[in-house]
């Protein structure tokens, strides 16, 4: 049992870890924002520099359910998953509905998005779909691009982390589903 704990918090340092390279990543974004803004303020650019605030304001906007759902845990790891998508340039989409109930986020679930994020590099997209059903939320995943040895990878540690298979194309799509 203690060691048990000993790595449960080891796994919180690591995610605390994680969450203040997120926050950097995101202060970063932001200043950039203001760089951006003001190069074309300088440049009497006015239009380039509204149309510019309202595309990273729709982009801000668009990943705010990540933040609202429930437990945190999730809510972090999948706000990292979405920030290893950016920083390995692969396409993000999220769908969610507004109102969302608490997600029954289980270690398999952490252990299978994070091995999702350690394998991103070199995928075209990933697109998160959270639906919410009676007393819980739908959670799929779905990655294109992948070569066909690392989908095949995803697809047996699916299998271990009780995750669903939806689709598995020889495209190098897959989409995973994780039960309520």
């Not at 149309?51 to 945190?72: F, G, N, V």
């Amino acid at each position: 049992m203690k060691g048990e704990r000993v790595v449960e918090t080891i796994q919180e340092v690591d995610l605390l870890a994680e969450l203040l390279a997120l926050y950097r990543l995101q202060r970063h974004d932001v200043l950039n924002h203001f760089q951006v803004v003001m190069g074309y303020l300088q440049l009497n650019k006015n239009q380039a520099a509204l149309d510019y605030l309202r595309q990273a304001a729709a982009d801000i906007i668009a990943a705010a359910p990540l933040s609202r759902l429930k437990p945190a845990r999730a809510a972090v790891e999948l706000m990292l998953l979405s920030a290893n998508c950016f920083k390995h340039d692969v396409a993000f989409g999220l769908k969610a509905d507004s109102e969302l109930p608490e997600l029954n986020w289980t270690k398999d679930c952490s252990k299978f998005v994070a091995l999702v994020a350690e394998n991103i590099a070199g995928s075209a997209r990933l697109d998160l779909n959270l639906t919410g059903v009676p007393d819980c939320v739908k959670l799929e995943i779905g990655l294109s691009g992948l070569n066909r040895s690392r989908q095949r990878d995803l697809a047996e540690a699916a299998v271990k982390f009780k995750a669903a298979i939806l689709e598995d194309t020889p495209a190098g799509s897959i989409k995973f589903e994780f039960p309520c």
